[in-house]
């Protein structure tokens, strides 16, 4: 079974450093765009970062200069470094990928992780 898996989430106080991690298991023969994602209740989850098979990246203008997405192929992995960080940040963070996992199929299908949580609070 396909599945992603994050960790690296926690409290902070605001102005540290947190660095989620997000990999793969099971059978995936290769991965398209992957991405972070954040909710807070009552609020719609919004893109925070992405980066596609060629490394490029985008980053929401809430994050862009504090946040930083990486990526390793070999590893089915995903992470995000967040810095600098503010109350707002507050939220489950959820990682997501387009996985390719049956054989000889061309066709790449939407996974997500379970989310993790990151509070920042003094």
């Known amino acids: 079974q396909v599945q992603l898996v994050e960790s690296g989430g926690g409290l902070v106080q605001p102005g540290g450093s947190l660095r989620l991690s997000c990999e793969g298991s099971g059978t995936i023969f290769s991965i398209n765009t992957m991405g972070w994602y954040r909710q807070t209740p009552g609020k719609q989850r919004e893109l925070v970062a992405v980066?596609?098979?060629?490394?490029?990246?985008k980053y929401a203008d809430s994050v862009q200069g504090r946040f930083t997405i990486s990526r390793d192929n070999a590893k089915d992995a995903v992470y995000l470094q967040m810095n600098s960080l503010k109350p707002e940040d507050t939220a489950v963070y959820y990682c997501r990928a387009d996985l390719r996992v049956v054989a000889g199929s061309p066709r790449y299908d939407d996974y997500w992780g379970q989310g993790t949580q990151v509070t920042v609070s003094s």
């Open positions: 980066i596609t098979s060629d490394l490029t990246t």
